[in-house]
């Protein structure tokens, strides 16, 4: 089945810095790649996501990166903010060996913005 | 913006006790799932349900554990007999039908059901 490594575990920049998170995935048949940021006690709240039809995707400050060919894709954030602080997963979508599309998880990567 | 929601917010139980957790998906959402969320850990998946079955779970999702929509807007997920390990937070989650067959559409999360195990 599908297995997604996400690194570093914890990040910490200053603030106007930037943020790269990196993730690999193992389903060569996976097609979508999304990035949930969850703060603390919270739900895991959709940001951005791409779609394997595409190598970048940018949103203001956040993009994202795909690789197929070598199955990584990174979250990138500019000029960082205080607000950005939280935990940011990776995910990407199951297909092969008969998953019908549920997402699975990279292990996260905690943010710390200082002011 | 329509959202998931879950209830209650937090349910404490002692082990060996049986629990429902329920959910109400975004109303024209198709595929239905449950996360869970050890504290301070990744979000595991436990099952995805669509059209009235189980379509996929983990190898978490033991006999202890069911799915339910006994109605039209209602996903419940049922522990038989809580054990203290599966004190979690339990994120119901939905999405749409996707566009052909690109499994494509984002899934959105409820606030989750912080379950406590004594």
């Known amino acids: 089945g599908e297995n997604v490594e996400q690194h570093p575990s914890t990040l910490s920049v200053q603030e106007g810095d930037s943020a790269v998170i990196k993730c690999t995935y193992s389903?060569?048949?996976?097609?979508?790649f999304p990035w949930y940021k969850q703060e603390l006690g919270k739900r895991p709240q959709l940001i951005i996501d791409?779609?394997?039809?595409?190598g970048e995707k940018k949103d203001q400050r956040i993009a994202v990166t795909l690789n197929k060919t070598a199955k990584h894709f990174s979250l990138h954030i500019t000029e960082t903010q205080p607000e950005d602080s939280a935990v940011y997963f990776c995910a990407a979508r199951a297909l092969g060996g008969g998953s019908q599309g549920n997402l699975i998880f990279g292990k996260g990567t905690k943010l710390s913005v200082k002011p | 913006e329509p959202e998931v929601t879950q209830t209650p917010s937090h349910q404490v139980t002692q082990m060996g006790q049986e629990v429902i957790l329920r959910c109400v998906p975004i109303?024209?959402?198709?595929?239905f799932y449950w996360y869970r969320q050890i504290l301070g850990q990744k979000v595991e998946f436990l099952v995805s349900f669509y059209n009235n079955e189980i379509s996929e779970k983990s190898e978490i999702f033991d006999d202890q554990f069911s799915v339910e929509r006994p109605d039209g807007s209602n996903f419940t997920l049922k522990i038989r007999s809580t054990k203290l390990e599966d004190s979690a937070m339990y994120f119901c989650?939905?999405?749409?039908?996707?566009?052909?067959?690109?499994?494509?559409?984002?899934?959105?999360f409820g606030n989750g059901t912080r379950l406590t195990v004594t």
């Open positions: 109303s024209n959402h198709l595929y």
């Open positions: 791409i779609r394997s039809n595409v």
């Open positions: 989650a939905s999405r749409a039908h996707d566009r052909g067959n690109s499994y494509n559409s984002p899934l959105h």
């Open positions: 389903d060569s048949a996976s097609n979508y």
